[in-house]
């Protein structure tokens, strides 16, 4: 999440202008199929992906986490597990080290991609799909099995929506945040406490940026991200993001301090979101505090 917040604003505007249809088209992910190449057990390769998601701290080395768990892909190609997590490390690499917006596109991308195929592993979901179904009409068919897919994916999408559209980009595409919405309203069903309060986390962006005429509010958003971090106490992401996005639109530079202190303070490897993630997040917490000394 390292858009500026005038790009969320920008972004939760254009949700009331739904006369355009979207123009950005993706792929569908269950369009393309891995083979299988390798002879390799699966378990072993899983393992030494793991062993590099522990350290990874620097885009090489992410990129070849990316890389590890495709060779997983290799060995079974519908590996729902890396096909998830290929998904997960394309969106850290589009918001942590891209900085040109085609590489974020790519990456964005990319992360949709594999999330689709994750997704597509449940077969009555990808039944519906491959009958001409929006993914937003077969969400009833995916389930708890898939929800990290399901996350990541809406989180790829707002990604690529507020960093690497033009202001009436995000007007003629107001569609990926409608659909996006309803894919948060599905994960709310089956597991509301999804990635540490995911849901409630993005609702509080929402509330942020969103006018107060449609219904923004900074005391709901105070509200979402308490309820994020009482959900999940141990995830960074939660202090990081409310102090980047509400403590520093409000001025309250006091809980600003206290939230980033906090995540810097962390030990990455014993926190709850993956240590590359956590990285990542204590390397900006710490930018924004040496940005007001």
Same mark, same amino acid.
């Given at each position: 999440m390292k858009n500026t917040?005038?790009?969320l604003i920008q972004l939760i505007t254009a949700i009331g202008i739904v006369g355009f249809s979207s123009?950005?088209?993706?792929?569908?992910?269950? =369009?393309? @199929? /891995?083979m299988k190449e390798s002879?390799?057990?699966?378990?072993?390769?899983?393992?030494?992906?793991?062993?590099?998601?522990?350290?990874? =701290?620097? @885009? /090489?080395e992410v990129e070849l986490l990316i890389a590890s768990f495709k060779e997983v892909l290799k060995a079974d190609p519908q590996n729902y597990y890396a096909l998830w997590k290929i998904g997960n490390y394309h969106i850290l690499m589009g918001a942590a080290y891209a900085e040109k917006k085609k590489d974020k596109k790519y990456h964005y991308r990319e992360a949709i991609k594999y999330c689709e195929k994750a997704m597509a592993t449940n077969t009555n979901f990808k039944t519906e799909v491959l009958?001409?179904?929006?993914?937003?009409?077969?969400?009833?068919?995916?389930?708890?099995?898939q929800i990290d897919a399901m996350g990541y994916w809406?989180?790829?999408?707002?990604?690529?929506?507020?960093?690497?559209?033009?202001?009436?980009?995000?007007?003629?595409?107001?569609?990926?945040?409608?659909d996006n919405n309803k894919m948060i309203e599905r994960i709310d069903e089956i597991d509301?406490?999804?990635a540490g309060g995911g849901n409630y986390f993005s609702r509080g962006l929402y509330y942020i940026a969103i006018p107060e005429r449609f219904g923004g509010s900074k005391e709901r958003a105070d509200q979402e991200f308490s309820e994020a971090v009482q959900i999940g106490p141990n995830y960074l992401v939660n202090r990081w993001g409310r102090a980047k996005y509400l403590y520093h639109l409000m001025g309250d530079q006091e809980n600003f301090k206290a939230d980033l202190e906090w995540v810097v303070s962390q030990d990455p490897h014993k926190a709850?979101?993956?240590?590359?993630?956590?990285?990542?997040?204590?390397?900006?917490?710490k930018q924004m505090l040496a940005d007001i000394q």
């Open positions: 917040l005038k790009c123009c950005v088209t993706f792929k569908p992910g269950w =369009s393309t @199929s /891995e002879r390799m057990e699966t378990k072993q390769l899983i393992a030494e992906a793991q062993l590099l998601e522990n350290n990874a =701290s620097s @885009s /090489e009958n001409g179904k929006d993914i937003t009409e077969a969400l009833d068919k995916l389930t708890i099995d809406y989180t790829a999408r707002f990604y690529y929506f507020s960093e690497c559209l033009a202001p009436l980009g995000r007007v003629m595409n107001t569609r990926i945040v409608i509301r406490t999804w709850d979101n993956p240590y590359p993630w956590n990285v990542y997040f204590q390397q900006d917490a």
